[in-house]
């Protein structure tokens, strides 16, 4: 690699002009094509036969079982409405468990005949398809050999319309299955727990006199990224192969001066934004706010609250079109939730909500009934975090989010609940019977006007808390910027429906009063889940010993993280809400152990070979000068000068012998395969090369630095 290559991008950006303001759009534009590129309600209306669109409408808003008779209409109907948008073809779209989606293209066209053919998409087309799963993991679920997966449509989240370069594809949300039946995808176990979670919900809302109604899980992703232009990140094979940096000094100026958070945003950026939000929109996507995150060249992308499974799957079209809109802007889109060592990382934030029959049930209420089943609801939750945190951080782990957790506003691993001082001392007179009032202290009591009225959103947020409440919703904030959210999502919904259910178990089985016996229960509840409710500083010394104390669980690394998924009272929650079989469970293990150790080894490899290829060639030539140059002096007699030269050929020999033996140790460590060993191997690999990187001459140096790539944008 050219030396020249690091000055030739900075010159580069340097010199672009930045673009003339554009003439202002009418108010209404962004609103007029909001959601055109998708088969919603709208379109099914007036696409298909009233009757038929009923039917799909029914299954659509009320969860009501798919009438198969409908396929074809409904087929036909999509086809003539994706041509019109200019589609050629359609596919399947579905969440493996890569992490990310798939999509096999198939073209509308069908021969009839000779040189003829038609546009045509069936009814079969529609429902299911098929896909080679062998190339997918599968976590044991099924052998090489065995290639069958089908595809099957899921009409509760809307067909859409992708657009390329040349034209368009229709893209149907599907799940995937094996041959057997096996859930191979995240979207399933989705589905699957969302079910549960209403199930159960309903349940309980039938011990407070509720009709049965309507329920809804709502999910809000927010979603954090870095840019960095593409003339850098061409030049960083590990930017390349592993979506972070592996070697880095820090720069002088990071983001101690805290100037970047809520900034104005850079033309260049707000352009490459404006973009994206128009592409959302005609997604159907409610991307509502973007701003500067805390690290510098970091942002975030937050959407409204959505349908959870809806608000899944556009939380996966959300990083894809990051990272495409990113590239014809000149930036490349960085998803890594801890792309740059010492700053900020970036996470997605998912904030949880369940309703019933249109009332957000983490909301207080405005009489004591409602305030009752509040206070119910975020008990169970409580109960369910507490006995499951383990699960809720193995659907959290990963290489890249082991970076992240434990700094820079990233939660710690340890899941906590934070509620805030006034909720909190609610949850506390609830314990212990009594509420301290301005006439002193008095019976508390549930479902009666002594109540007081509870807190909204009147405490401060803890940055800290894993699991927050803020308000009307709980913040999960433990997942990683490029994590699919639906596994998390569905280890929550599971979780809270064995919660609820335990409720309802027991008020099942009281006579009597049934405030008076709520009363009872959540003081019990609150008693034995107290010890997961935490408001103070997550990453203090004292506040890991204080949970270790109370029994919590710290998994500071994904091996241990996953671990719980081995568990077999874990497989029994599971299997017993039919949201994963014990095989399945068992398969997300596997497949989340073997991911963790082949990104380890190819950061290691990518590390190794940056440090003999690119590092070592410069360190050992700039070496070889300084030599010659103090044997020039010597031999010319001079004495001023070379007791500079001497002392930093002393330091970069020192460093140049030191990055032979860092890198034959990580080679060595590379070989034996232990994920123990190549981390504090490129750990101490790293050093070496961050050091040394401020002895080599600038002009040299064949990395674009970070206060190059952080700022230069």
Known sequence: MSKNNRIHAINSIAERLPDAPSAALPADSSMSSYGEDVFGEKEIRAFLPKATAAKLLATVNEGKPLDPSIADDVAHAMKDWALAKGATHFTHWFQPLTGGTAEKHDSFVEPRGTAQAVQAFSGKNLIGGEADASSFPSGGLRSTFEARGYTAWDPTSPAFIKRHANGATLCIPT????????????????????????????????????????????????????????????????????????????????????????????????????????????????????????????????????????????????????????????????????????????????????????????????NPKENAIFLTVLSAVIRAVDKHSDLLRAMTAGAGNDHRLGANEAPPAIISIFLGDELSAVMKSIETGTSARAEGRTKLKIGVDTLPPLPRDTTDRNRTSPFAFTGNKFEFRAPGSSQNCAMNQMVLNTIVAESLDAVSDKLDAMDGDFNANLQKLLQRLIRAHKRVLFSGDGYSENWAKEAARRGLPNLPDTPSAIQPLRDPANQKVFAAYGVLTEGELASRYEIALEDYHRRIRIEGSVALDIARSMVRPVVADEFSKLATALSMAKKDGLKTGTSGLKALSVRLGAGLDDLHVKCERLDKALAKGGHEEQIAAMDDLRRTVDALEHLVDDARWPLPKYREMLFIY
């Open 175 to 366: 799940a995937f299955c094996s041959y057997r039946g096996e859930a191979l995808d995240s979207k399933t176990p989705l589905l699957r727990s969302v079910q549960a979670l209403k199930k159960a919900l309903r349940r309980l809302m039938a011990h407070f006199g509720q009709p049965d109604g309507r329920v809804s899980v709502t999910l809000g992703a927010e979603q954090e990224y870095f840019l960095v232009d593409r003339g850098f990140y061409m030049q960083r094979p590990d930017l390349l192969q592993t979506g972070r940096t592996v070697f880095g000094a820090a720069p002088a100026k990071h983001q101690q001066l805290e100037d970047h958070y809520y900034g104005a945003i850079r033309p260049r950026v707000l352009k490459f934004m404006t973009e994206v939000e128009d592409i959302l929109w005609k997604l159907g996507i409610p991307a509502k706010t973007r701003h500067n995150e805390v690290a510098p060249a970091q942002f975030e992308l937050a959407p409204v609250f959505e349908d959870l499974n809806l608000a899944v799957d556009h939380n996966m079209l959300v990083m894809e079109v990051l990272r495409q809109t990113a590239e014809r802007h000149g930036f490349e889109c960085l998803l890594h939730e801890k792309p740059f060592e010492g700053v900020n990382g970036s996470g997605k934030h998912c904030n949880w909500s369940i309703a019933y029959n249109g009332r957000n049930l983490l909301e207080p209420g405005s």
